[in-house]
């Protein structure tokens, strides 16, 4: 070996590349520890609606560990989201000293049950409900159907100018549902079905249940060719 010079090299060029391989892996460890690279500024870049910034603010503290190289940013991004109406959440790096973070925050669709919101994707999330959104009742993991089909009983019931406040999904999956006039309309199981009956009442609203005088308290819609209705009192 000794009295060969290629092989000489060989070794020569390995040592050297694993000498710099440590003195790189010794800087970086270098750089994560150093106390003069801190996190001086955390800027949230997207305006807040409904998340409050105290919480955010509290939830970054908390995460932030080390200087500039050493924060993890997935540890940032995990301990945002679980602040209540943060939906997701993107941070970055910005040179030398500073954390970007944009946030979106849910958009909420209707409250579930009393306790919880749904989004415009049907998620399922935790936030202050607000009287003035309609109330989603169903089984357990219905919450992205519900949002779908809520959006198609809205666009079918424009005509007749009130507001949907509750969708009801029965634990046999049947859909019912109450108007903000009082009117609880039954459609049954089938949910494709279901939106051919609402848009074929809607249709002769006007020439049936508009013309009798009172106000009505519930329609079956569970009919092939009509529909029974029963008044107030």
Do not use: C
Not at 15 to 23: E, I, K, P, R, T
Not at 96 to 120: K, M, N
Not at 124 to 133: D, K, T
């Amino acid at each position: 070996m000794w009295d060969n010079p290629r092989l000489l090299n060989a070794a020569a060029g390995f040592l050297v590349g694993l000498s710099l391989l440590a003195f790189a892996l010794a800087g970086v460890r270098a750089a994560l520890r150093s106390p003069l690279l801190p996190v001086r500024t955390v800027e949230i870049v997207t305006p807040l609606k409904q998340a409050r910034r105290e919480a955010v603010e509290q939830a970054v503290r908390q995460a932030v560990g080390g200087n500039f190289f050493a924060t993890r940013l997935d540890r940032v991004r995990i301990a945002l989201e679980r602040v209540p109406w943060v939906r997701s959440v993107e941070v970055r790096r910005v040179w030398p000293d500073r954390l970007e973070v944009a946030i979106e925050e849910h958009a909420a669709l209707a409250r579930w049950g009393t306790t919880d919101l749904v989004d415009a994707y049907g998620e399922r999330f935790v936030g202050q409900a607000l009287p003035a959104l309609p109330v989603f009742l169903g089984p357990e993991g219905s919450e992205a159907e519900m949002a779908e089909r809520y959006r198609h009983f809205v666009r079918i019931l424009q005509p007749l100018d009130t507001k949907l406040e509750r969708v009801v999904l029965t634990p046999r999956y049947a859909w019912q549902l109450r108007l903000a006039n009082g009117l609880n309309i039954m459609l049954g199981r089938d949910a494709d079905l279901a939106e051919q009956r609402l848009r074929r009442f809607v249709e002769v609203f006007d020439e049936t249940v508009a013309r009798i005088p009172g106000r009505q308290e519930y329609v079956d819609l569970r009919y092939a060719n009509g529909f029974a209705l029963r008044p107030r009192g």
